[in-house]
Every structure is written in C-alpha cells, then in structure tokens.
C-alpha cells in the first residue's frame, strides 16, 4: 500500500516537472522568435504557476501580445501598400524656381506653342461652326449692347458675332499693361447676359483681346482632346 | 412538410444575403473627386474702394455696400491643391439683399464663377466658367454650385473663384471639388 502511494507521488511528481518544463519550453521558444515578445514572459509564466493574479496578468498580457501583433501585421501591410502606390505615381513636372534655365526655356517654347494651337483651334471651330440665324442674331445684339456698357473705362467692343454654340467677342486694352489687365478683368468679372463658358485671350503687347463664349447650356470645345499628346498638365 | 415550408424562405433570405454580401465584397468605383474646403475670409475684395465695404467675421466675409452695388471678390484656390482640373465650387452664402417677396435668383446680388488665369510670354489666357446666381434666402445661408472653367490646371496658371455679394450678404465658406 505504501509502496503504490510513493509511486503516485514519484508519478505526479514528473508530471508536474515535465509540464513545467514544457511550458517553459513552449513560451522560450516563442519569446526567440519574436523580438516583440520579452523574454522575461517565460519566467514570468513559470511564476505564474504560483499566483492566481499574476497568471490572470500574464493572460491580459498575452491577448494585448497578440492585439499589438495584429496591428503591426496590419501596419506593415499598409506600408507596403503605400510603398507600391509610391512607385507607381507619376513624377510630375518640375516648374519649381529650381528648375533647369534650360528646361524652363523648353517650357516657354512649349507653352507659346500650345497658346498659338489654342487660339488657331478656336478660330478654326468657330468658323467652321454653323450659324443659328434666330439665336445668333439676338446673341450677337446681347453681346454688343452689354460689353458697349458694361466694359470698364480703356475696354472698347470691336466686334461680335455668334454662330450656333458660341460666339467671339473681339475687344481691345487701351493700356496693355497691368492697369489694362484689371480694366479687362473687371469687365470680364461682371455678370454676362446668359451663364456660358468664356475663354479670353489677351496680347498684352498689342492690347487685342478675343473672347469665345458658349450658348447657354452648352461647353466651348475641348481644345485640351485636339491636342492629345502635347497636354502639359500632370 | 413543416421543413420544407421554412426552408423554402430560409433559402431565399440566404441567396439574397449572399448576393448583398457579394456587393459589399466588389470594390467600389473610387471617386475622382477631392474637396478642400475654406473659410470666407479667404476671400478679399478685389479693390480698394470694394475693400471699404467689406468686413468679416473670423469665418465670413460681409458687405455692407450700398443698394444697388455689390461686393466683388477673388477667392484663392491654391493650385497646389488642383492636381488636374477644378471641378466645381461649392459657395455657401447668406444673401439677404432681395426683399423677402422676391425669390427670382436673377434679381439678387449674389453670383459667382470661377476662372483660370495663365500667364504666359505676351499673353494672357483666361477660362471662366458660367455664372450661378444664388437664391433670395433671406439671410439663411444657402449653397451655390459654380462649375469649374472647364480647363485643366498647367504649371503656370492660377485657379480663382469670384463672387459678388449683394448689401448685407456674406459669404460663409466655399469647397472646391477638383479632379485628381
């Protein structure tokens, strides 16, 4: 009888060393693994056998373990989320004051370019335009009888004439410097006789100035589509 | 018999929560659209003798101009902020120059539009969007769509947004929703 008991004890007795140890091993093992896990955990889970508060702390330590690693998953895919967005963006333009002397004067060029382009191909959709002879007439007698009293002092009318879509509005700066620039822009900033999009170009070295206007509920053509290719946005 | 009488409507209310599910699951088209929204007072008149009829608050822009005239102003829209294109403008005004009879927008001071302006080497080239009026709301703020210019931004141009408001409006706020 004494025997059997002494043989339970021994039993329960290496049981208990041979879970311990397997415990330690299993949380020493992890805590290798991850940098984020401290290794003071294994001890802290050995002691934790012996108080109930310290194993319920250990517990809450070891769901905010597993919280916090879930966030850094998250994060980490994120970042590379963003890293492969970054390199597949566009490099935009470089118009800043450090640009190349050389570049900025490729720019110019390009710029006087596409200027020259924009008003040929507002001329040329213009003329070819259709006329609308009830429209275009009454739009035509709008047009001149409000830019004659609506232009500031220095703007003058020169002509208007209205197609099917749009009409042109020529006009002229007495001063094509920055004191003909308000009077034109101060013109321009009044109410027009019907809600329509305008596109106003002034040659400040003459003091010419053409205006496209659309017909209400209409746009002025995209001169941007025509020009595929030489579009210099970003 | 039972059974098969709740399964039946069971099975429908499953396939259409799968099919609910499914649309949730297919990634939503992304909008093209961001908005950035400023205060009032990011408006100035747009001279000095307008600037005497104009004061604001630490939000709003306010005229006290004269029957009859209005209060011109420019509203920065920074470029930086307009990758492509200026879609259109959001305005929140409060207009109570009309009398409290006259609802017809064309009747009131208040109106905008936006414009592009781009400088370039002997000219200059400006591209206005169409005016909107804002409703008489007496003196409740209301909002105005103004649309964009209708051209994309280039590295030299300036987008801008210009309203008019009539004695005793405001103007609160305005949102500008471009195109990225």
Known sequence: ?????????????????????????????????????????????????????????????????????????????QQRGIQANTSKMEVPANVSDNANP???????????????????????????????PKWGQKAQTSLQEYYASAAEKGVSVIDTECHSTMCRVKLSVDQAGPKGQKQLMDTMNKRTPWPGYRNVHL????????????????????????SAGEEMTH | M???????????????????????????????????????????????????????????IYSNELPGNSLGMNCSIPRDKVDKQLNSVTVIVSDSDASLTDPNPNNSGTFCHTHNETLNAGSIDYAFGPYANTYNANGLYNAVTVAGPGVPVSPTSNFNLHCHIGVNASLHNYTANVRR
């Open chain 1, 1 to 77: 009888m004494k025997q059997n008991q002494i043989f339970i004890v021994i039993v329960i007795g290496v049981l208990a060393i041979a879970g311990a140890f397997g415990l330690g091993w299993k949380y020493g093992l992890r805590s290798e693994s991850s940098p984020v896990v401290p290794n003071v955990l294994a001890s802290t889970l050995l002691n934790a056998q012996k108080n109930p508060q310290e194993d319920r702390r250990f517990e809450e330590m070891r769901r905010e373990l597993e919280q916090m690693r879930g966030k850094l998953g998250l994060l980490e895919e």
């Open chain 2, 2 to 60: 039972k059974k098969q009488l709740l399964a039946q409507p069971l099975k429908s209310v499953l396939s259409i929560s799968v099919i609910a599910l499914s649309a949730l699951a297919v990634p939503q088209v992304q909008a093209d659209t961001t908005s950035t929204n400023y205060p009032g007072l990011m408006c100035q008149p747009h001279d000095p003798k307008s600037a005497l009829y104009a004061y604001g608050t630490f939000t709003d």
């Open chain 1, 203 to 226: 040659d400040t070295t003459t003091g010419e100035v053409t205006m496209y206007m659309s017909r209400e509920g209409s746009t002025l053509p995209d001169w941007q589509s025509d």
């Open chain 1, 102 to 132: 050389a570049d900025s004067e490729a720019l110019r060029a390009q710029e006087a370019q596409q200027v020259e382009a924009k008003q040929k191909f507002f001329k040329d959709a213009f003329q070819g335009e259709p006329t609308d």
